[in-house]
C-alpha cells in the first residue's frame, strides 16, 4: 500500500480548510441576517410613509442622517426623494406601495429660502400626488427647524382635509414657533423681505407663564394659535429642542421658549404630547439633526417601535 504524497496531503488540507472558512463565512452571514431579523421585529411592519422636511438654507442631505439611523436600525427604509422646484413642480426619484415596509419619502425643497409658510403650501402638493397616484392614507411628518414650523402649519391648516392622507405622527425639532434668533448672520432674509420679520426673537427675552403661553407672541405664533382648535385629535406629537447650557437657553437659533411654545398651542388637543430635552453640545441647532444619537433614539421609538 502505498503511502499518500505530500501533494494529496496538501489538496485534503486545502479543501478541508476552504470548507471551514466557507462554513464560518456563512455562519456569519446567517447570524446578521438572524440579528436583523431579529431586530426588525422589535418595530412596527406598515406602509405609512414617513415624510422629512428639512430646514432653511439646507437639503435633504440634511434628512440622510435620520433615515441612515432608521436603516441600520432596521427599523425603516429610505424609499422616496422628493424634490420640489422652484415654481412649485414635483419631480418623484423611488417608489412606494402597500407591501413597502416603513418607507421614509425625503424632501427636497430647490428653493430652500422659501420659508416654512411655503414649505407647507408645497407639502400639501405632495401630499396630495401621494393619495392620488399611491394610494397612501397615512403619513408620519418629520421637520427640523422652519421644516418643523411647516410640518405644524400643515396639520393646522390641512390636517383635517380628506381628500389627504390622515397625519398619524409628528415628529419636530428645534422647530422656531415663537420667533428665530436674530444674530444678523449673512444667511438671514434681507430686511426688505417679508421672511426677515421671522427672525425676531432674542436670547432670555421671552418665557411662558403657567399654562405654557409665552408672555411674548410674536405675529408667526399667532398666526398658528388663530388655528389652534383645527389640531386633528389623533396626531401623536414629539418635540425635541436643544439648551446648550451655556446661559442663552437656547440650541444658538432657537430659545427653549420658542421651541416649547407648541405646547399650548397643541398639547390640549393632540393624542400625544411629548417633549424631548437635549444639552450641551450636541444641542447646538444644525447638530440636532447631524446624525445625533439621543436625537434618533426619540425619533426611532416614537415613530416606528413596537
Not at 432608521?70 to 407591501?99: D, P, T
Not at 388663530?226 to 439648551?243: A, C, R, S, T
Not at 444658538?252 to 420658542?258: D, E, K, L, Y
Amino acid at each position: 500500500m502505498s503511502k499518500p504524497n505530500k501533494s494529496t496531503i496538501g489538496q485534503v488540507l486545502y479543501f478541508v480548510l476552504g470548507g471551514f472558512f466557507l462554513l464560518l463565512i456563512g455562519y456569519h452571514l446567517a447570524n446578521g441576517v438572524i440579528k436583523d431579523y431579529q431586530k426588525s421585529q422589535n418595530y412596527i411592519n406598515s406602509p405609512t410613509p414617513t415624510i422629512f422636511l428639512h430646514g432653511w438654507v439646507s437639503s435633504y442631505h440634511a434628512e440622510t442622517r435620520f433615515a441612515g439611523a432608521s436603516e441600520r436600525a432596521n427599523a425603516a427604509s429610505s424609499s422616496m426623494v422628493i424634490a420640489v422646484h422652484r415654481n412649485g413642480k414635483i419631480k418623484i426619484f423611488g417608489h412606494i406601495n402597500k407591501y413597502s415596509r416603513n418607507p421614509i419619502i425625503r424632501v427636497n425643497f430647490i428653493n430652500h429660502r422659501a420659508g416654512e409658510y411655503m414649505y407647507s403650501r408645497w407639502l400639501v402638493n405632495i401630499t396630495k400626488i401621494l393619495k392620488e397616484q399611491y394610494h397612501v392614507k397615512n403619513i408620519n411628518l418629520v421637520g427640523h427647524s422652519m421644516g418643523a414650523y411647516a410640518a405644524i402649519n400643515y396639520c393646522l391648516t390641512n390636517g383635517n382635509d380628506p381628500k389627504l392622507p390622515k397625519v398619524n405622527k409628528v415628529v419636530v425639532i428645534a422647530g422656531p414657533y415663537d420667533g428665530i434668533v436674530n444674530m444678523h448672520k449673512r444667511n438671514q432674509p434681507k430686511h426688505r423681505n417679508h421672511l426677515a420679520k421671522l427672525w425676531d426673537d432674542h436670547y432670555n427675552e421671552n418665557t411662558l407663564d403657567k399654562i405654557g403661553k409665552p408672555t411674548i407672541i410674536h405675529p408667526e405664533y399667532q398666526y398658528l394659535l388663530d388655528k389652534q382648535n383645527n389640531f386633528p385629535k389623533q396626531i401623536e406629537v414629539l418635540n425635541i429642542y436643544g439648551n446648550l447650557e451655556n446661559g442663552t437657553n437656547s440650541d444658538g437659533v432657537i430659545t427653549t421658549t420658542s421651541a416649547l411654545s407648541l405646547g399650548y398651542l397643541i398639547k390640549d388637543r393632540a393624542k400625544v404630547y411629548q417633549t424631548v430635552l437635549v444639552k450641551g453640545k450636541q444641542a447646538q441647532h444644525t447638530a440636532l439633526h447631524q446624525d445625533n444619537p439621543v436625537v434618533n433614539k426619540a425619533l426611532i421609538k416614537f415613530l416606528w417601535k413596537d
